[in-house]
Nanobody, 124 residues
């Protein structure tokens, strides 16, 4: 199995930047597709962005041009670089992993492992 631990969340002013990290332990990291999701108070968990084992990137329209995902297989870590943050980005951010294969990156149920989340708060 894979265990995921997010870090890097915190409080940031609107327009600022933040980088989240998700460190994995367990099976070989390179075989997993990786995604970031977020959940704001009173809302459903929603897709943010994902990266495949081949490096293909998928992003929600709400974060395109502002957020970027990257992976470092040697460090068993996936990152979420968040720029131009807005108050609406405030949420608990979760990283997730799935085994390789055909998938829909934005579909929560396609992921096998989840971290516990890290809080991101964007003040106005």
């Amino acid at each position: 199995q894979v265990q995921l631990v997010e870090s890097g969340g915190g409080l940031v002013q609107a327009g600022g930047s933040l980088r989240l990290s998700c460190a994995a332990s367990g099976r070989t990291f390179s075989i997993y597709g990786l995604g970031w999701f977020r959940q704001a108070p009173g809302k459903e968990r929603e897709f943010v962005t994902a990266i495949s084992t081949a490096g293909s990137i998928y992003s929600a329209d709400s974060v395109k041009g502002r957020f970027s995902i990257s992976r470092d297989n040697a460090k068993n870590t996936v990152y979420l670089q968040m720029n131009s943050l807005k108050p609406v980005d405030t949420a608990v951010y979760y990283c997730a992993a799935r085994s390789t294969g055909r998938w829909i990156p934005s579909r929560l149920d396609d992921y096998d492992y989840w971290g516990q989340g890290t809080q991101v708060t964007v003040s106005s």
